[in-house]
């Protein structure tokens, strides 16, 4: 079993749908959490951090449920501009070391 | 200001070759992590330096990949007696202080795609 385990999908939907993604991971120590954005051949970027109280950034809302041990990604309003695919990262306390899921992809279709 | 940066963008080479792949960080950044990319997958962590020390190389997968950053800023990746399943895009990212609890954000370079024939 993988640490960090997502839905690949793909996840086709229209543009304004509301889509979510989650993201589980094994280990229970896990302290830091994280989504990040990669499009087609490009490097990925950070989307946003993941806090424990859950937290929004525009049209995105990430949340944290420990006790279950996944964290989730919230797009509302999707855009064409969105289509990508979306890595869920995971680290350990005092660990440079950073586990990242193998992604799910969104498309947004017009 | 500048990104992270990767020479070459990409490389192709023989089977049983050398190679050594390079990384810019950010000025400043004192943590720098290399990481490899197959098609289909997340990156997957290699070696992760604080200063010039490698803090954590537990991702490297055998003897024939090192790494070095002996002044602290530029880092290389070394791989010795290449094989077809090292064929895989390899990135770095620096961040200004390690990744621990508490985090910070990581900045990734464009990679470079390896390729082994």
């Known amino acids: 079993r993988k640490e960090v385990e997502q839905d690949p999908g793909p996840f086709n939907v229209p543009e304004g749908a509301t889509v979510a993604f989650n993201c589980t991971y094994s280990n229970s120590a896990s302290q830091s959490f994280f989504w990040y954005r990669q499009d087609c051949r490009k490097e990925p970027k950070l989307l946003m951090s993941v806090y424990s109280s859950g937290n929004e950034d525009g049209r995105f809302t990430a949340q944290l449920n420990r006790a279950s041990q996944y964290i989730s990604l919230l797009i509302r309003d999707s855009k064409l501009s969105d289509s990508a695919t979306y890595l869920c990262?995971?680290?350990?306390?005092?660990?440079?070391?950073?586990?990242f899921g193998d992604g799910t992809t969104l498309t947004v279709k017009p | 200001g500048a990104g992270v940066s990767q020479t070459p963008s990409n490389k192709v080479t023989e089977k049983g070759k050398y190679v050594e792949l390079r990384c810019d960080p950010i000025?400043?950044?004192?943590?720098l992590y290399w990481y490899r990319q197959s098609l289909g997958q997340g990156p997957e962590f290699l070696i992760y330096f604080q200063g010039t020390g490698a803090a954590d190389d537990s991702g490297l997968p055998n003897d024939r990949f090192f790494a070095v950053r002996p002044e602290g800023s530029v880092s290389t990746l070394k791989i010795q007696r290449t094989e077809r399943g090292d064929s895989a895009v390899y990135l770095c990212?620096?961040?200004?202080?390690?990744?621990?609890?508490?985090?910070?954000?990581?900045?990734f370079g464009p990679g470079t795609r390896l390729t082994v024939l």
């Open positions: 990212a620096s961040s200004l202080v390690p990744v621990t609890g508490g985090g910070d954000t990581q900045y």
């Open positions: 990262v995971v680290i350990v306390p005092n660990a440079g070391k950073s586990t």
């Open positions: 000025s400043g950044h004192t943590a």
